[in-house]
Each structure stands twice: as C-alpha cells, then as structure tokens.
C-alpha cells in the first residue's frame, strides 16, 4: 500500500493492500523518513566477561537493547540482505596485565576480519581500565554472519576482563 494516513500525517509506504498494517517506510509532515522495518541492532554485555585468555576469545553480547528485524542471536548478527553495513564495537576493558606484548580486537564478518591492535606495554603499570572503540563499513551477503573477538597473545597475567556496557551495534547502511 502506499496512502497518507492523516492521523499520524504521513505518507506511507507498506505491505498488504491496508494503509497502517506493516509500514515499511513513513515520511511525515517535516519530511523524517523512518524505516520501522530497516535491520538495526544495539547488544550489550549482560555481565562482565573475566579473566580473558589466550586466543582469539568471541566476546558474550547477552542483552539485547533492540533489535528491530530479530538479527541478532548468540552473540552474532545475521544479514537478512544483501548490503553494506554499519558496524561498531565499543569495548570497555579492565585490569589490563601491562605486560601483555599485544591485543587485537576484531570485527570478524563472513567476508574478512577487521581488526584494532594495541599493545598494554604502553602503561606504566596495569591499567585499571581502558576503553577502545572501532566502527567499519561491511560489505555482506544475505545470511553473512558478523561476531566480536578479542585476541591476547600469551604473555602476561590472564587477568584482563571485558567489563560491563560495552556494545556491538549495526545497521543496513545501503
């Protein structure tokens, strides 16, 4: 259906032959598009995940902010389309050992890896926390799949632990 719905006065754009059933995209009277049906996802760490070790470790995403096309499942997000999608990683560390030689974290899609290193020997002593932030364009097929990870090589204490609100979040961006 596409019909103005003079109650919310907007022009709108839908599934089905009824205006105001499933509205896949409405453009109201200052011109704001909204697509309610756009695939858009914001996932939270329930609980602080501890004591990370060695190895590229799949970071637990356990609270769901939103998810407004039922993407996201276990910690990964599935593609319903083919895209270009928005996808960023905000990660919030602490008790980092500073003598651990190097971290990646990672973005990993069905396509490639996308990766951020640092190096904690940078601090002067173990840093009681340390928030790092990354943010790609992915290209991905339907049913591609993305997922986080942190990667500590093997020295130093295994006692870093990803705390609580960090996020992974996405959207179709075209």
């Known amino acids: 259906h596409i019909g103005l719905d003079d109650s919310t006065d907007s022009l709108t754009i839908g599934k089905g032959s009824t205006l105001g059933t499933t509205t896949s995209m409405a453009?109201?009277?200052?011109?704001?598009?909204?697509?309610?049906?756009?695939?858009?996802?914001?996932?939270?760490?329930?609980?602080?995940?501890?004591?990370?070790?060695?190895?590229?470790?799949?970071?637990?995403?356990?609270?769901e902010i939103f998810d407004q096309n039922a993407d996201f499942a276990s910690n990964t997000f599935t593609a319903p389309v083919t895209g270009r999608y928005q996808l960023s990683l905000v990660l919030n560390f602490k008790d980092i050992d500073q003598d651990i030689a190097g971290m990646d974290v990672a973005i990993h899609t069905s396509n490639r890896g996308f990766y951020q290193s640092f190096d904690p020997d940078i601090f002067d002593q173990d840093a009681p926390f340390f928030c790092i932030s990354m943010s790609i364009l992915a290209d991905m097929d339907a049913s591609d799949t993305a997922f986080c990870a942190v990667n500590r090589n093997n020295s130093g204490a295994g006692q870093t632990d990803i705390g609580t609100n960090s996020t992974f979040s996405g959207f179709l961006a075209c």
């Open 27 to 63: 453009i109201d009277a200052n011109g704001a598009i909204t697509k309610p049906l756009q695939p858009a996802f914001l996932a939270q760490n329930a609980s602080q995940q501890s004591n990370i070790g060695t190895g590229a470790v799949t970071i637990v995403f356990g609270t």
